[in-house]
Protein backbone atom coordinates (compact mmCIF):
# COMPACT_ATOMS: atom_id res chain seq x y z
CA UNK A 1 0.00 0.00 0.00
CA UNK A 2 1.40 3.62 -0.54
CA UNK A 3 -0.37 6.38 0.81
CA UNK A 4 0.82 10.22 0.40
CA UNK A 5 0.78 12.80 2.79
CA UNK A 6 0.88 16.96 2.61
CA UNK A 7 4.39 17.83 3.89
CA UNK A 8 3.21 19.31 7.00
CA UNK A 9 2.19 15.73 8.27
CA UNK A 10 4.99 14.43 5.94
CA UNK A 11 7.01 16.68 8.65
CA UNK A 12 5.37 15.38 11.73
CA UNK A 13 5.93 11.70 10.81
CA UNK A 14 9.50 12.35 10.52
CA UNK A 15 9.66 14.50 13.83
CA UNK A 16 8.13 11.47 15.75
CA UNK A 17 10.85 9.21 14.09
CA UNK A 18 13.17 11.52 14.90
CA UNK A 19 12.34 11.83 18.71
CA UNK A 20 12.94 8.16 19.78
CA UNK A 21 9.83 6.68 20.59
CA UNK A 22 9.15 5.43 16.74
CA UNK A 23 12.02 3.48 14.56
CA UNK A 24 10.27 4.46 11.60
CA UNK A 25 7.44 6.15 10.07
CA UNK A 26 5.87 3.24 9.58
CA UNK A 27 4.84 2.54 13.27
CA UNK A 28 4.08 6.45 13.70
CA UNK A 29 1.09 5.68 11.10
CA UNK A 30 0.07 2.28 12.34
CA UNK A 31 -0.03 4.14 15.81
CA UNK A 32 -2.32 6.61 14.92
CA UNK A 33 -4.82 4.55 13.09
CA UNK A 34 -4.87 2.48 15.87
CA UNK A 35 -5.52 5.57 18.00
CA UNK A 36 -8.15 6.54 15.12
CA UNK A 37 -9.62 2.76 15.61
CA UNK A 38 -9.94 3.29 19.40
CA UNK A 39 -10.73 6.99 19.86
CA UNK A 40 -13.96 6.57 16.95
CA UNK A 41 -16.68 6.78 19.23
CA UNK A 42 -15.54 9.93 21.66
CA UNK A 43 -14.01 11.52 18.29
CA UNK A 44 -17.70 11.01 16.77
CA UNK A 45 -19.49 12.19 19.99
CA UNK A 46 -17.34 15.41 20.24
CA UNK A 47 -18.55 16.03 16.84
CA UNK A 48 -22.01 15.30 17.68
CA UNK A 49 -21.96 17.57 20.64
CA UNK A 50 -20.89 20.39 18.34
CA UNK A 51 -23.30 19.89 15.88
CA UNK A 52 -26.07 20.33 18.42
CA UNK A 53 -24.32 23.50 19.67
CA UNK A 54 -24.64 24.62 16.33
CA UNK A 55 -28.37 23.80 15.85
CA UNK A 56 -28.69 25.19 19.52
CA UNK A 57 -27.11 28.66 18.49
CA UNK A 58 -29.41 28.64 15.19
CA UNK A 59 -32.52 27.68 16.73
CA UNK A 60 -31.47 31.02 19.55
CA UNK A 61 -31.51 33.03 16.78
CA UNK A 62 -34.66 31.77 15.08
CA UNK A 63 -36.00 32.62 18.46
CA UNK A 64 -34.61 36.11 18.73
CA UNK A 65 -36.32 36.87 15.24
CA UNK A 66 -32.35 37.40 13.67
CA UNK A 67 -33.62 34.69 11.21
CA UNK A 68 -34.09 34.90 6.95
CA UNK A 69 -36.69 34.55 5.17
CA UNK A 70 -35.65 32.54 1.42
CA UNK A 71 -38.84 32.54 -0.98
CA UNK A 72 -37.43 30.89 -3.16
CA UNK A 73 -34.87 28.42 -5.03
CA UNK A 74 -32.72 31.42 -6.36
CA UNK A 75 -32.84 33.16 -3.04
CA UNK A 76 -31.77 29.80 -1.30
CA UNK A 77 -28.58 29.80 -3.90
CA UNK A 78 -27.93 33.32 -3.26
CA UNK A 79 -27.70 32.87 -0.09
CA UNK A 80 -25.57 29.15 -0.45
CA UNK A 81 -23.26 31.79 -2.57
CA UNK A 82 -22.61 34.50 0.28
CA UNK A 83 -21.43 31.32 2.59
CA UNK A 84 -19.08 29.93 0.22
CA UNK A 85 -17.14 33.13 0.26
Known sequence: MHISLTPELENRVKD?????LYNNASEVIREALRFMYLHEDWINEIKLR???EQLQSGIDQLDSDKGITIKDSVELEQFFSKIKK
Do not use: D, H
Open 16 to 20: KVKGG
Open 50 to 52: QLR
